[in-house]
């Protein structure tokens, strides 16, 4: 399997390649040439395999340069119920990502299937775990070291930290932006005190800090110095990892082959659900993928209208359900590229207007960019949105009907879910975070905490370790080349 750039860059690397870094040398996202595809006979067998194995079938079809003994140590060590232990009542953490039908009723059947049940509560340790593992069995065999830079809105950063936290010959630079994030968000990375482990706060919002990110990815000599690699979701084998959920959602919610489901993704960055786009385009039988927002609607003003129009950082709101606070989805070039039938040229020409003029229009009207708006539904994309009050309303109501608490984001992705939802077709909503995680919502809405699993009663209190820096991408350089001596 060879990979390629959304943007046309030549090379033709190889997943161990591309397994430690972020963007290709020309700024674009790593793709493979083609996508593998599933056959009805491999779905059959998976149906009855564990979670680790799984992981390793579909991982070995886009990682076919590391040998499948070696695939298969790292899922077995990776996807194990002590690893996957936060779960609720009632659900089993040998499934690693159980389903829960919350409503059948009139044809119409509405599932969650539970991604939060990894050390950081959140859906980013399905991937991230797995990235650790991959990362330092790399490292290892070529006795190297990398530094990783990476931006958070939330949850990506814990779940990095917590992945990589005392690896060896990894050290971990995680931007965040500065009082963004909930307060367990944050005491959950800045409580940590490994030494491999650093923490920046940056004075602005997560695109500011994906901004640097990419920045210094583009700066190819200053990237091979620092040996810098990220843990982004631009970092393809994050994606990979997260294909797999969308297997094991499908799989678990149908008995045959000649059914299809439909998946609801709380989105942001767009990695989420691009990994089910990347599962659709294996062959998986999904119906729709439902894009849900919550009030920055960049992606839904999208899959609405066709223009794409990404907002400044003054109209970036700061809302209950943090980590969606995006209105520059990274991944989101990925599916540009395979609605534009591959055309690289204009992906490229497209993006480049974006960091120009602040967006595209490809909604075939008078001026336009383009009129890919019609092509659209056949990808199976649709979108919603939800805001604070939609939120609070979402949460009561399935506590209510339900006897669960979800948290913020997956509050939205319900509420889209339940207007999306048709006959005959389950929809399966990805549960983004316990809401432990964003409390101080929960309280508004139910009027009392939000239950904690063991080991985090107290994590508020605990001494928080981090640096406050502005959004100046060359103090950034120096600030991480004084850290590691390159």
Same mark, same amino acid.
């Given at each position: 399997?060879?990979?390629?750039?959304?943007? !046309?860059?030549?090379?033709?690397?190889?997943?161990?390649?591309?397994?430690?870094?972020?963007?290709?040398?020309?700024?674009?996202?790593?793709?493979?040439?083609?996508?593998?595809?599933?056959?009805?006979?491999?779905?059959?067998?998976?149906?009855?395999?564990?979670?680790?194995?799984?992981?390793?079938?579909?991982?070995?079809?886009?990682?076919?340069?590391?040998?499948?003994?070696?695939?298969?140590? *790292?899922?077995?060590?990776?996807?194990?119920?002590?690893?996957?232990? $936060?779960?609720?009542?009632?659900?089993?953490?040998?499934?690693?990502?159980?389903?829960?039908?919350?409503?059948?009723?009139?044809?119409?059947?509405?599932?969650?299937?539970?991604?939060?049940?990894?050390?950081?509560?959140?859906?980013?340790?399905?991937?991230?775990?797995?990235?650790?593992?991959?990362?330092?069995?790399?490292l290892a065999k070529h006795q190297a070291e990398l530094n990783i830079f990476g931006a958070t809105s939330g949850d990506t950063g814990s779940a990095a930290e917590y992945a990589m936290r005392g690896k060896q010959g990894i050290r971990v630079f995680m931007l965040s932006?500065?009082?963004?994030?909930?307060?367990?968000?944050?005491?959950?990375?800045?409580?940590?005190?490994?030494?491999?482990?650093?923490? *920046?706060?940056?004075?602005?919002?997560?695109?500011?800090?994906?901004?640097?990110?990419?920045?210094?990815?583009?700066?190819?000599?200053?990237?091979?110095?620092?040996?810098?690699?990220?843990?982004?979701?631009?970092?393809?084998?994050?994606?990979?990892?997260?294909?797999?959920?969308?297997?094991? !959602?499908?799989?678990?919610?149908?008995?045959? &082959?000649?059914?299809?489901?439909?998946?609801?993704?709380?989105?942001? $960055?767009? !990695? $989420?659900?691009?990994?089910?786009?990347?599962?659709?385009?294996?062959?998986?039988?999904?119906?729709?993928?439902?894009?849900?927002?919550? +009030? &920055?609607?960049?992606?839904?003003?999208?899959?609405?209208?066709?223009?794409?129009?990404?907002?400044?950082?003054?109209?970036?709101?700061?809302?209950?359900?943090?980590?969606?606070?995006?209105?520059?989805?990274? &991944?989101?070039?990925?599916?540009?590229?395979?609605?534009?039938?591959?055309?690289?040229?204009?992906?490229?020409?497209?993006?480049?207007?974006?960091?120009?003029?602040?967006?595209?229009?490809?909604?075939?009207?008078?001026?336009?960019?383009?009129?890919?708006? &019609?092509?659209?539904?056949?990808?199976?994309?649709?979108? !919603?949105?939800?805001?604070?009050?939609?939120?609070?309303?979402?949460?009561?109501?399935?506590?209510?009907?339900?006897?669960?608490?979800?948290?913020?984001?997956?509050a939205d992705g319900i509420k889209v879910a339940l207007e999306r939802i048709e006959q005959g077709v389950p929809m399966i909503v990805?549960?983004?975070?316990?809401?432990?995680?964003?409390?101080?919502? *929960?309280?508004?809405?139910?009027?009392?905490?939000?239950?904690?699993?063991?080991?985090?009663? $107290? *994590?508020?209190?605990?001494?928080?370790?981090?640096?406050?820096?502005?959004?100046?991408? +060359?103090?950034?350089?120096?600030?991480?080349?004084?850290?590691?001596?390159?």
């Open positions: 399997m060879q990979y390629a750039s959304t943007r !046309g860059y030549a090379a033709r690397p190889n997943f161990s390649e591309i397994l430690l870094g972020g963007l290709a040398p020309d700024g674009g996202l790593y793709l493979p040439t083609s996508y593998p595809q599933v056959s009805g006979e491999e779905l059959n067998v998976w149906r009855t395999l564990s979670y680790a194995d799984l992981a390793l079938e579909v991982l070995k079809k886009f990682a076919t340069d590391i040998p499948v003994a070696d695939l298969k140590a *790292i899922t077995d060590k990776t996807y194990t119920a002590d690893v996957y232990r $936060n779960v609720r009542t009632g659900e089993n953490a040998a499934q690693i990502t159980p389903l829960r039908v919350l409503e059948e009723k009139d044809g119409r059947k509405l599932i969650l299937q539970a991604l939060s049940n990894g050390p950081t509560l959140a859906f980013k340790d399905m991937a991230m775990q797995l990235l650790g593992n991959l990362f330092e069995y790399t932006p500065h009082k963004k994030m909930s307060a367990f968000q944050t005491a959950q990375m800045f409580s940590l005190q490994d030494p491999n482990i650093i923490n *920046i706060a940056v004075e602005g919002v997560f695109d500011d800090c994906q901004d640097m990110v990419k920045a210094v990815s583009n700066d190819l000599d200053y990237k091979a110095r620092q040996k810098i690699g990220t843990v982004n979701s631009i970092n393809w084998a994050r994606v990979v990892a997260q294909v797999v959920y969308y297997f094991r !959602g499908y799989l678990s919610a149908t008995s045959s &082959n000649d059914q299809k489901v439909s998946f609801t993704v709380p989105s942001g $960055n767009f !990695g $989420n659900i691009c990994a089910g786009h990347i599962a659709r385009m294996m062959g998986l039988p999904i119906a729709k993928l439902v894009v849900a927002t919550n +009030e &920055n609607d960049v992606l839904d003003e999208f899959f609405r209208t066709g223009v794409y129009r990404v907002r400044k950082s003054a109209e970036t709101w700061h809302t209950t359900s943090p980590s969606m606070d995006i209105s520059k989805a990274s &991944n989101f070039e990925r599916f540009i590229h395979d609605l534009l039938d591959g055309d690289s040229a204009r992906v490229a020409a497209l993006f480049r207007k974006v960091e120009t003029e602040g967006g595209f229009d490809l909604s075939g009207k008078p001026g336009s960019d383009g009129d890919e708006f &019609n092509k659209i539904a056949r990808f199976g994309f649709e979108s !919603g949105k939800s805001v604070h009050a939609d939120r609070l309303t979402t949460i009561r109501q399935v506590e209510k009907k339900y006897g669960i608490t979800v948290d913020t984001h997956t990805l549960e983004t975070a316990l809401p432990a995680k964003f409390n101080e919502t *929960i309280q508004e809405a139910l009027g009392r905490d939000a239950e904690r699993p063991a080991g985090f009663e $107290n *994590i508020e209190a605990l001494p928080q370790r981090f640096e406050l820096m502005t959004a100046d991408v +060359e103090k950034m350089k120096a600030f991480i080349a004084s850290h590691t001596g390159l």
